[in-house]
């Protein structure tokens, strides 16, 4: 019999690392945690209201998705939240589904297909 390794350990909202549940608590109040995924040194959450998060092993965010809910812009910091405000004033019926925090910038999709990049001091990349 061979032994293969799980990439995949199911847990509990209370095995999360104390910034996760902050940030969870924080921002997404009325949602349910559906399922927590820890994958080596992250976790991948699936909350209630469609949201996915990305956390790494200090509880810090750096992938946030959501199939049935508008990911609003304040969960980002000032500078770059407003710099998408800004973008989002000339489209009127777009919102956010998408954030990847990268090393150097963030990567937002809105649901008109623009796909920004923001540096972490606010400059628009692309």
Same mark, same amino acid.
């Given at each position: 019999m061979t032994n293969t390794l799980n990439l995949f350990i199911k847990i509990t909202p209370s095995k999360l690392p104390e910034n996760a549940k902050r940030f969870i608590a924080a921002n997404f109040n009325k949602a349910k945690i559906?399922?927590?995924?820890?994958?080596?040194?992250?976790?991948?959450i699936k909350l209630s209201n469609g949201t996915y998060i990305n956390f790494d092993k200090n509880g810090e965010w750096n992938y946030i998705s959501s199939d049935d809910n508008?990911?609003?812009? @304040? #969960? +980002?910091?000032?500078?770059?939240?407003?710099?998408?405000?800004?973008v989002?004033?000339?489209?009127?019926?777009a919102y956010i589904f998408e954030i990847n925090k990268r090393i150097n910038f963030y990567r937002i999709k809105l649901s008109n297909?623009?796909?920004?990049?923001?540096?972490?001091?606010? @400059? #628009? +990349?692309?």
């Open positions: 559906v399922y927590i995924d820890k994958i080596k040194d992250e976790y991948e508008i990911i609003r812009e @304040n #969960i +980002l910091p000032k500078n770059i939240a407003g710099r998408v405000k800004n989002m004033k000339k489209y009127k019926s297909s623009l796909d920004l990049c923001i540096s972490h001091k606010g @400059n #628009i +990349l692309a």
